[in-house]
């Protein structure tokens, strides 16, 4: 009977460590990428896969990556990962230092990275120095890559492939806030300034989004590199 007692007792322990153990492991495999509270998938959970290698930057992501080198854009890469639900991050950057600072810059494709920085320095820039008279000292956006839908549709968004990015205003030297809500329809100058912006930017996305497209866009900007064609609103 007592050897009975202990070897059950033995099971039963060794039950407890293992669901601890797998308990620990789960909570370990967050990933910074992801926002919080955001869409997740419904599928079942996937099994266990051995872990490989990570794969090289394609040859189309590396020349990138030299070019941003080569303008002095200080960036990280980061690996290729799969979120599931068809989110992912492939061939993504963390851009550190495009000349101004700007927010919430998560995951982005290496090929919308240096057309943001692009962007921000030859296009932003000196429109602010030339129609506003000052500098602007910060970029501010709504984020890069986020799980989710189109809005009012059921097709992934550019976002959820990091691929895609929403402005949304700009901090100048002499303490001005200028905002797409706010200043889309302000002064003549806050006008001009993001007029032109604006069409510099849809010299560098593949799709640029503005509150002229429709009411989902009233405060911000909206620039991806997805699609083949052109589209600017």
Not at 9 to 17: I, M, Q, T, V
Not at 68 to 78: E, K, R
Not at 125 to 136: C, F, H, N, S, Y
Request: hydrophobic share 40%; glycine share 10%; proline share 5%.
């Amino acid at each position: 009977m007592e050897e009975r007692a202990w070897d059950n007792l033995f099971r039963r322990g060794a039950g407890l460590a293992a669901l601890l153990t797998m308990t620990l492991a789960l909570a370990a495999c967050g990933g910074d990428l992801v926002p919080r509270g955001r869409v997740s998938s419904a599928s079942k959970p996937h099994k266990a896969k051995t872990a490989r290698p990570a794969a090289p930057p394609t040859m189309e992501v590396r020349q990138c990556m030299a070019k941003l080198q080569s303008q002095s854009v200080a960036f990280t890469p980061l690996p290729d990962q799969n979120f599931g639900g068809g989110c992912s991050a492939m061939g993504s950057v963390k851009l550190l230092d495009i000349g101004v600072p700007a927010t919430n810059l998560g995951a982005m494709t290496c090929n919308l990275a240096a057309n943001f920085a692009a962007w921000a320095r030859f296009g932003v820039q000196p429109a602010a120095r030339l129609i506003l008279g000052a500098e602007v000292v910060r970029i501010e956006t709504f984020g890069t890559y986020n799980c989710r839908p189109i809005a009012g549709s059921g097709k992934l968004s550019e976002h959820a492939h990091s691929n895609a990015i929403d402005v949304s205003a700009f901090v100048l030297s002499d303490g001005r806030r200028i905002s797409i809500e706010k200043d889309w329809s302000g002064d003549r100058r806050t006008r001009q300034f993001l007029e032109v912006i604006h069409a510099s930017a849809c010299k560098r996305f593949r799709t640029v989004l503005s509150p002229n497209y429709n009411a989902a866009h009233h405060d911000h900007f909206h620039f991806d590199m997805g699609g083949k064609g052109g589209f600017c609103r």
